[in-house]
């Protein structure tokens, strides 16, 4: 019977040998797929770091373009204003030139007209003294 008990725990003892490395295999297979997984999420955390910059960076950019094209429909504002000042400018010389243009030949002729009299009355002086 002792040979029977030991064989028994002789049998019990490689049994559970053989299950402790089974379960030493697979702990260092767990490890392996945790420094794996470590590695993976270290690799995530960055990439999240590096979008978050990159998203700052964006967000950034956005802001001085959103600037830059207030400043471009401020100007576009002005100029339309300027345009319009312009526009009124030239119909207020256009209409003042249609006045004075009319009034400019009017006291042309006047003048031709005083040239002559006075044209006239020195040669009409000149003749008297002549006689």
Avoid: H, W, Y
């Amino acid at each position: 019977m002792e040979n029977e008990v030991g064989e028994r725990d002789e049998g019990s003892l490689e049994a559970v040998n053989g299950r402790l490395s089974e379960l030493d295999q697979q702990q260092r297979e767990v490890v392996v797929q945790l420094d794996d997984a470590q590695g993976q999420f270290m690799a995530c955390k960055d990439e999240l770091v590096s979008l978050r910059n990159e998203k700052n960076t964006l967000a950034a950019r956005l802001i001085e373009m959103k600037t830059k094209q207030q400043a471009v429909e401020k100007k576009r504002e002005e100029v339309k204003r300027t345009e319009e000042e312009c526009q009124k400018e030239r119909a207020c010389r256009d209409e003042c030139s249609q006045r004075v243009t009319p009034a400019k030949e009017a006291v042309r002729e006047e003048q031709a007209k005083k040239d002559a009299a006075v044209t006239k009355r020195l040669q009409l002086n000149g003749t008297e003294r002549v006689k």
